[in-house]
């Protein structure tokens, strides 16, 4: 399967952005699809994951009641809406896709372009 992050841009903080994972190839319902981040000169971190139903998802703490993971499979996608935005998340977002909605990276096998998310203070 084919990931392709996009919707990421400039936003002032305290405003939203909703970034998008279209898939392509094959059907992203049977997947977990996770949400990272990566700052310049920090490692790839965990932002969000949803399970393939859209029953179960997971937060990392820093973005927990600002940020809100959800999925349309009829529509091959994944959104990440985010609130509240600080200028601490400013990174370039990915999505990878897995057999388990889990925080860790090695979990994913599909990986997607990033989208680059920017917070201005």
């Known amino acids: 399967v084919q990931l392709q992050a996009y919707g990421g841009g400039l936003v002032q903080a305290g405003g939203s952005l909703r970034v998008s994972c279209a898939a392509s190839?094959?059907?992203?319902?049977?997947?977990?699809v996770g949400w990272f981040r990566q700052a310049p000169g920090k490692e790839r971190e965990f932002v969000a994951t949803?399970?393939?139903?859209?029953?179960?998802?997971s937060y990392t703490d820093s973005v927990k009641g600002r940020f809100n993971i959800s999925r349309d499979n009829a529509k091959n996608r994944v959104y990440l809406q985010m609130n509240s935005l600080k200028p601490e998340d400013t990174a370039v977002y990915y999505c990878?896709?897995?057999?388990?909605?889990?925080?860790?990276?090695?979990?994913?096998?599909?990986w997607g372009q990033g989208t680059q998310v920017t917070v201005s203070s």
């Open positions: 990878a896709a897995g057999t388990y909605a889990d925080i860790t990276r090695d979990r994913y096998d599909y």
């Open positions: 190839g094959r059907t992203l319902s049977t997947y977990a």
């Open positions: 949803i399970s393939w139903s859209g029953g179960y998802a």
